[in-house]
């Protein structure tokens, strides 16, 4: 038989963590122990075990249930290869040493078992918590961490200049960079008061932040009825008022 296929082998790599495409990831479990999204598994061979991750304790658990961040996970295990993909979106890699980054819920796509995560609120949220990103996750430790884009994004270094983006595009920045939620009554008069995107994040200090371009899958999840990405949920329900 003659094909052309042979140009999507397997691709080799004493990496755990290792892009098959740009889309596609491959995880090697006999290096590591992962997190990854709920349902991102596309293929596995060999010895590989599923399990629900949990919340993470009591704390986290709550912080889950009130601030709408509902970023299921589940734990792999075993010493097979995993493959992991979300609607075809696009996956970069960060390798973190003893260091933090705080990501967007949904545009996590797995992170090393060693790797420490919590639910951190932006600051200067006040009478914008209905912006999409006022809830994100932190993942600080050693190991990697694969992340989701919408599209190729563009990495942006906040120290610069003044730099601001709608909440549901900014997916992830580094330990560095202070964030705060901005209200532009001029855009919100612009573009009418039910748009997101006259609520912005402010991002100063030292590091970058990288930015989607798109706010696709996390705006249909909302207009579907679900809790953006980041979300308020409950909490910023009561707080909004």
Known sequence: MQTTLSQFNET???DAFALQNSKLLKVSLNQVTIQSKLGSMVAYQGDVTFEHAG???MGRMLKKAMSGEGTELMKVTGSGEVFLADQAQDIHLVYLENDMIT????NVLAFDSGIDWDIRRVEGGGGAMMAGGL???SLQGTGWVAILSDGPPVLLN???APTFADAQAAIT???GVQTAIRTDFKMKNLIGRSSGESV???FTGQGWVLVQPSEGRIAAAAAAGGTPAGGV???GKMLNG
């Open 12 to 14: 080799a790599s004493t």
């Open 55 to 57: 919340s993470g304790g």
């Open 103 to 106: 990501v967007n819920g949904p």
């Open 135 to 137: 809830f994100n996750m």
């Open 158 to 160: 906040v120290a610069t």
């Open 173 to 175: 920045w580094s330990s």
């Open 200 to 202: 912005q994040m402010a």
């Open 233 to 235: 949920g409950a909490l």
